[in-house]
């Protein structure tokens, strides 16, 4: 996948235009299914957007992801991060 349309959505994502950012890093995502930059990314704005129900969804996307790969040692960190989300 071009890594550009991924990139791209972090200076949107500064200057005050957050849903073009989430549909920048959708259709990265979406383009690329293999690549996981778009996921985090959109957690992140969510979260800082008071979206938590939203980032927790990513963060669940995440943790799948993750699994559905093989990648155990690289979910722990996400479980976290949703673990906390959640407030558990």
Partial sequence: MDET???TGR???RTGREEKALA???RALDANPDSIGGHYMRAFLFERMGRRDDAISEWEAIVAWCSLRGYDDDVEWPERE???LRGE
């Fill in 24 to 26: 920048t890093w959708q």
């Fill in 82 to 84: 949703l673990a906390r």
């Fill in 11 to 13: 200076p949107v994502s």
């Fill in 5 to 7: 349309v991924e990139v």
